[in-house]
């Protein structure tokens, strides 16, 4: 568990391999709720190579001086354009 923002990441590694990387992440909002956005990729099982990429969402709460995940979303190729295109409209962009 990370007790600062910085620390936190979504790479996750099993039996030494890298099975999640992260690409990129973007704080969006800090204090006891915390927002990240991250950009990462997935390795196939059967492969062993990375897929595209994807986009990920999560919520960390601040409990007992460490962040723990909450909330996590999901956005592939198909719906981030859905996403994106909601959020111009609703904001005018």
Known sequence: M??????ITIEYEEDGELVVEQLEK??????????IL????????T???FGPPK???RRYQKYQG???KRDAINLSEKTAPLLVAKL???FHL
């Open 47 to 49: 492969t062993g190579e």
């Open 55 to 57: 986009a990920g969402l």
């Open 2 to 7: 990370a007790s600062d923002i910085d620390e």
């Open 26 to 35: 973007v704080v969006l909002n800090r204090g006891q709720w915390t927002s």
């Open 66 to 68: 460490v962040f723990k």
């Open 38 to 45: 991250f950009l990462y990729r997935e390795r196939d099982r």
């Open 88 to 90: 111009q409209e609703w």
